[in-house]
């Protein structure tokens, strides 16, 4: 049971959304994305960060799956459906949740992306073994473009 407005679908590319939820958390994609870390606090970043390529795009749980690491679908899925669960079940998680949300759909192209962050994050999509080589390269342009406007 989704609790927040309806989304805006298909506003900001997935990596705006990376880039800024990065931001707002202060963290790397290195740490929160690619590392198989499973504390309590960077499991449940990631799957916010899953709830919110979901609510956000288009894209498909195994699209999503590969934009947080490579993990599979049932990894996407059940993170969806913890942070979903959570939102129904408390009223603070949600607003806080909502406040995330609203400032990603708020920022501007390149908000957030300062040249460190862009940097690893063109990194971190260059090395991810997932991806070919074509759509690394492909999705490093597209960071670059949106830090650059």
Request: with cysteine; net charge neutral.
């Given at each position: ?11 900001r ?7 800024v ?26 799957q916010?960060?899953?709830?919110l390529?979901r ?11 590969q ?12 993170g ?40 690893t ?6 090395s ?16 670059m473009?949106?830090r650059?406007?």
């Amino acid at each position: 049971m989704n609790m927040l407005p309806q989304p805006l679908k298909a506003i900001r590319p997935p990596e705006h959304i990376i880039a800024v939820y990065l931001s707002l958390r202060c963290t790397t994609a290195d740490e929160l994305i690619h590392d198989r870390n499973k504390s309590a606090a960077l499991s449940r970043a990631r799957q916010e960060l899953m709830w919110l390529l979901r609510d956000l795009t288009h894209l498909t749980l195994a699209e999503i799956g590969q934009h947080v690491g490579g993990r599979d679908e049932t990894t996407v899925r059940h993170g969806i459906d913890r942070v979903s669960d959570l939102i129904a079940a408390d009223d603070g998680y949600r607003q806080q949740l909502q406040a995330v949300r609203r400032a990603i759909l708020e920022a501007k192209a390149g908000a957030g992306m300062t040249p460190d962050l862009c940097l690893t994050a063109v990194r971190s999509v260059l090395s991810n073994g997932a991806l070919t080589d074509a759509d690394a390269r492909k999705a490093a342009l597209q960071l670059m473009e949106v830090r650059h406007g």
